[in-house]
């Protein structure tokens, strides 16, 4: 029996071509048979290339800029007329270079003066908001900025100041109000950089918002002129007077917590409840975010809605639908103006006006169509929000929730479609799908936003699900029912029973949030993962959701892959601040501090990354550090390193310097040391930025923050 020879090297050659060729087009094949359900990866591909700005070390140049603009067009031109397997491929390429123009253009359209130097002197702006900072302390934000012995064209846009010591006690001589022109004498920075290398960069924030300076006054600000007739700060005002009667109607922080959900004003809320409610995992409730702004058109769309189809006239020949619709449409409007149209609230009001939208079109209103409408709209127009924690919770809780509920829809029609054949099908009572609805949307939203509030806050809510269970009901059958009512209800002068449904409401909520959050273990602090994961967790759960074919599953794998990446995250073994004025040390207890005050935000920071509970004072008492003339000394990596604070710090030196010795002081330095140690003083670190050391065989590895920040528009001049 003769045997098969062996094929020839060309027939061998051909046969890998040809399996080579099949496997490349397996892809191509897969796009192919998902046309027409690709629609929802546009805001992907738009977001990949907003990121991949925003990560980009250096600002590209004019003729790279040129050059990508050119790529996107030949691009879009095959996507339109090139071959038709190749089209969906080219379309996504040209999206992620749209996004990376779309980010650029932004954020050159944007270039405002920033501070170059510390200011300490008059300071004179209209006040355009009145916020609270993180401590607490009433905080305005000023425009139309005056700066003593600065020109105009150097002088910020805007500046944003807080109060404290007798400015807090009494500051104007008349209450602050938007529009109002005050003078005050204030000390003013630049908005601060990374408190650690790769650490969140205020600055980007900061130059987004225009903002070129940030500081404190602690002396009276005085009132130069009454608020000019501005509509945009008319409304600011409206917004401010209505907050106020608010607050005066209903007592408590109830008052104050009703104000800052319909008018956006959260002064009334104390530090002490504000801090329950991230603890309870309810600070969504205090935002004005999609939960409110889908509330309160729900129910003006079914108020609207229900009232007109109780008279057979207008329910049988009108479209009362597309009639609700649009007054549901106007109130969303409404309460964008009024809330002051922030971020946020702009894309809540996006999203409700998409969804609106589709009614008006006779399309299904909840679709992940409609959610990537909403998410093209606010990248094409503010590409930084990508960035934000508070849209990617919220596309992350709306993608997730419209997802499962359309895999509910199909369910449905399938058991509808098998009770149709005879089968038989178990009815539960109507109550207990109400409740189960509530469950499963509590559950699918904190399980969709805990990834992204764990990586930008550092910290989990065990009991975040029990307290949404014991709240949300009321949001949607309570409070914003009872803010509907009091507005109708208010020309008239009877707005007592709204006014009290939100009170009873609220008064329960807040009960709910101080009491789950003073629970023990409420709170699980997290260490801050690196910055490849939640983009890469975020693509993933994209992948398994959207994409239409079994490969889906793929998603979850990388998903997991990048959560399992999370928990291998290595922190500094070694973190210098800026100001020269900590040094933090990883020590097997936690992370040691040289000082138990000062620098409290970056300690803070530091310790939260660390996902350390500890506050700086517990951090500065952990054995590492030893006492020394003028300061506190150790030994990392076989270096001496000396932390000096105070204006003593120079005289210090004689005693502690010497070959080897590295010192870190919060003062300015001699530039040369008396016994050749190493000066790190905050002239020289505001060319480094932060300091962060990691474990190597080789010894300590460095990295600056500056050097990692990169030279980008917002870093520019610091």
């Given at each position: ?197 790769g650490g969140f960069d205020f600055r980007r924030l900061a130059w987004f ?425 150790i030994v990392i990596g076989g270096e001496t390193w000396v932390s000096l ?74």
């Open positions: 029996m003769l045997s098969k020879a062996p094929p020839s090297w060309p027939a061998a050659g051909i046969w890998l071509a040809r399996a080579a060729t099949a496997i490349a087009a397996t892809p191509l094949i897969a796009l192919a048979a998902a046309r027409g359900q690709l629609f929802p990866f546009v805001p992907v591909f738009l977001g990949l290339g907003i990121g991949l700005y925003f990560a980009l070390r250096a600002e590209p140049s004019f003729n790279q800029w040129l050059a990508l603009a050119t790529t996107c067009g030949g691009l879009s031109l095959s996507a339109w007329r090139g071959p038709e397997a190749l089209r969906p491929v080219a379309l996504a390429l040209a999206l992620v270079g749209a996004g990376t123009c779309v980010a650029g253009w932004r954020s050159h359209a944007v270039t405002a003066p920033v501070l170059e130097w510390r200011y300490y002197g008059p300071v004179e702006g209209r006040i355009v908001t009145i916020d609270r900072s993180g401590s607490d302390a009433m905080r305005l934000a000023l425009d139309q900025v005056v700066l003593d012995n600065l020109e105009p064209d150097r002088s910020p846009e805007r500046v944003r100041v807080s109060l404290h010591g007798r400015a807090a006690e009494g500051p104007l001589d008349i209450d602050p109000m938007p529009g109002m022109r005050v003078i005050m004498t204030a000390h003013l920075s630049p908005p601060g950089g990374p408190v650690e290398p918002d225009r903002l070129g300076g940030v500081g404190y006054t602690r002396t009276p600000v005085l009132a130069l002129e009454a608020p000019a007739d501005d509509w945009a700060l008319a409304i600011t005002r409206l917004r401010m007077h209505m907050s106020a009667g608010l607050r005066d109607r209903i007592a408590g922080e109830s008052g104050g917590f009703v104000a800052a959900i319909l008018t956006g004003d959260r002064s009334g809320v104390g530090l002490e409840t504000t801090e329950a409610l991230r603890r309870s995992n309810l600070a969504h409730v205090l935002a004005i975010s999609g939960l409110h702004m889908g509330l309160l058109t729900g129910v003006v769309y079914g108020a609207l809605r229900g009232a007109m189809a109780l008279f057979p006239i207008i329910a049988l020949r009108l479209p009362i639908r597309k009639i609700a619709a649009v007054g549901a449409l106007a109130a969303a409007s409404f309460y964008l103006v009024l809330s002051g149209g922030n971020v946020a609230t702009q894309r809540a009001f996006v999203m409700a006006a998409v969804m609106l939208g589709a009614v008006l079109l006779d399309r299904r209103a909840l679709s992940l169509r409609s959610v990537a409408l909403a998410a093209i709209l606010i990248l094409l127009w503010r590409p930084e929000a990508l960035l934000s924690p508070g849209f990617q919770m919220s596309f992350a809780a709306t993608v997730a929730l419209v997802a499962v509920f359309q895999t509910i829809r199909r369910q449905r029609a399938r058991m509808l479609a098998a009770q149709a054949r005879g089968a038989e099908r178990r009815r539960l009572p109507r109550w207990l799908l109400g409740l189960g609805s509530i469950a499963l949307c509590s559950l699918v939203a904190g399980m969709a936003t805990a990834p992204v509030a764990a990586a930008h806050f550092h910290r989990m809510a065990e009991y975040g699900l029990l307290a949404n269970l014991l709240s949300m009901p009321l949001m949607g059958t309570v409070v914003m029912p009872g803010a509907v009512l009091a507005a109708a209800l208010w020309p008239l002068g009877l707005e007592g029973p709204g006014l009290w449904m939100m009170e009873m409401g609220t008064r329960w909520i807040l009960a709910v949030a101080h009491w789950v959050g003073g629970l023990e273990g409420a709170v699980r602090p997290l260490q801050a993962p690196p910055g490849w994961v939640l983009p890469t967790v975020a693509l993933g759960m994209l992948w398994l959701i959207l994409w239409p074919g079994r490969t889906r599953l793929v998603g979850a794998l990388v998903a997991l892959t990048a959560m399992g990446g999370w928990t291998q995250a290595e922190r500094p073994a070694v973190l210098i601040a800026e100001s020269g004025g900590l040094i933090g040390v990883m020590t097997p207890s936690g992370r040691a501090l040289s000082r138990p005050r000062g620098d409290g935000f970056i300690a803070r920071n530091w310790l939260e990354a660390d996902g350390d509970a500890a506050e700086q004072s517990e951090a500065a008492a952990r054995p590492a550090f030893d006492d020394v003339e003028g300061g506190r000394r604070t105070g204006t003593r710090s120079p005289d210090a030196l004689n005693a502690i310097c010497a070959d080897g010795i590295n010192v870190v002081a919060n003062v300015e330095l001699p530039k040369h040391a008396p016994g050749d140690c190493r000066l790190l003083d905050p002239g020289r670190l505001s060319r480094t930025g932060a300091l962060a050391a990691y474990h190597s065989p080789a010894g300590l590895v460095w990295m600056e923050a500056k050097a990692i920040a990169g030279r980008r528009p917002w870093t520019q001049g610091h």
